[in-house]
């Protein structure tokens, strides 16, 4: 039994790597514009000229990862979803979960081989082969939340300055799209990637209230959700757009020296660990050391 799972491990790990070769893990957009242009390069090939990971390996994987999927809360899949969106979109929900299924079966399929090779299964070996699946299981989960924390850090930690140069253009006559299009051309990192996205979809004709919506949405930033606010109620009123940016931008730098101020007055309480396991043992060992090694010389006698 332990042979045919570890068999059964071995075939969907390789292939999920030449799925992997072939391009399942690529966007639905790029793998349908490359199927497109590969289509239009080369003459009208029949179902069996047709390569052999197309027509086996990524249809087995495709079929296994939807099953998967489909054995998972739905809730749980959407939230992953939404992470994914909020982290960049660095891959599809289904590329996500091939690779949490590749994590977990690969590397303890791997272990288990070579157990069975040594022909050393033991009790703990099987406790570290369930080790190593749920390990395999979790880093994925753990690399997407650090992932999605770092965006959103990056992102928070320029939105004062995007809101100075917002509201520097638009007092000086620029519109709302100039101005965040200033903005996109001037920054770098994950805020200009998204007013930049937030743009082209103005540009193909979607309404700026949906696209901004869809913007907050996206970066899942409290503070972005309320600049996204101000600004459709202040279109929709007619006040000036100029005044409600500098307010957002006040009120923004001032929650950022707020949560300068918390981080500082939690650094003493974790300086308590290290400096009592690190600092305190050695300054001990350097003032009552030579103390303690002379009292046990006069004790003893010499």
Not at 7 to 23: C, E, N, P
Not at 33 to 57: G, H, I, K, Y
Not at 73 to 98: D, E, K
């Amino acid at each position: 039994m332990i042979a045919i799972v570890a068999a059964i491990a071995a075939f969907v790990s390789l292939a999920t790597l030449f799925a992997w070769a072939g391009g399942v893990l690529r966007s639905p957009i790029e793998a349908r514009l490359t199927r497109m242009a590969a289509q239009a390069a080369t003459p009208t090939r029949t179902p069996m000229e047709a390569p052999f990971s197309d027509r086996v390996f990524i249809p087995v994987v495709d079929g296994i990862v939807r099953g998967f999927i489909e054995l998972l809360p739905s809730t749980f899949v959407s939230r992953i979803s939404r992470q994914l969106l909020t982290a960049g979109s660095p891959m599809t929900t289904q590329a996500f979960f091939t690779i949490v299924l590749l994590t977990t079966v690969l590397l303890p399929a791997g272990v288990a081989f070579l157990f069975i090779q040594a022909g050393s299964l033991t009790s703990a070996a099987v406790g570290l082969l369930v080790f190593l699946v749920a390990l395999g299981f979790l880093l994925p989960f753990l690399w997407l939340r650090r992932r999605v924390r770092s965006r959103k850090l990056a992102i928070w930690r320029r939105l004062p300055d995007m809101f100075d140069m917002v509201t520097v253009c638009v007092e000086a006559g620029l519109g709302l799209d100039a101005a965040l299009r200033q903005v996109a051309a001037k920054i770098k990192g994950p805020l200009a990637e998204e007013i930049s996205l937030t743009l082209r979809q103005i540009g193909m004709g979607r309404s700026r209230r949906e696209a901004l919506e869809d913007m907050a949405y996206r970066v899942d930033v409290p503070e972005v959700t309320t600049f996204v606010n101000a600004v459709i109620q202040a279109e929709s009123l007619g006040t000036s757009l100029g005044r409600v940016l500098r307010a957002q931008s006040f009120s923004l730098r001032v929650a950022r020296r707020q949560k300068a101020e918390e981080l500082a007055r939690r650094a003493p309480v974790k300086m308590v660990f290290p400096l009592v396991l690190f600092i305190m043992p050695t300054f001990f060992i350097v003032t009552i050391g030579p103390i303690a090694i002379h009292f046990i010389k006069y004790v003893s006698g010499n």
